[in-house]
């Protein structure tokens, strides 16, 4: 069973910066994708970005210019660095890993507000 574990978040206030860790139980460069969802109150849940095997990054329209994703292969590790943060990127964000199915981190809240 494939474990994530993640770290970061908190609250932040607007235009402030949070950095959020993901650390995976197996070699992420295994996993098709590795990358960030989020789900606010009463949303579903969204892609943040994600990375692929081969290192090619997307990123929802939303983050795109704030958010950085990234990772350390010899860590097993994926990060989120997000810069100018918006009282609406306040949610709970999720690591995602997926093969052959998709796994889940128990998810870390992040708060935006002043």
């Known amino acids: 069973q494939v474990q994530l574990v993640e770290s970061g978040g908190g609250l932040v206030q607007p235009g402030g910066s949070l950095g959020l860790s993901c650390a995976a139980s197996?070699?992420?460069?295994?996993?098709?994708?590795m990358g960030w969802y989020r789900q606010a109150p009463g949303k579903q849940r969204e892609l943040v970005a994600v990375i692929t095997s081969s290192g090619r990054i997307t990123y929802a329209d939303s983050v795109k210019g704030r958010f950085t994703l990234s990772r350390d292969s010899a860590k097993n590790t994926v990060y989120l660095q997000m810069n100018s943060l918006k009282p609406e990127d306040t949610a709970v964000y999720y690591c995602?890993?997926?093969?052959?199915?998709?796994?889940w981190g128990q998810g870390t809240q992040v708060t935006v507000s002043s």
């Open positions: 995602s890993a997926r093969a052959l199915i998709i796994y």
């Open positions: 197996e070699n992420i460069l295994s996993f098709n994708t």
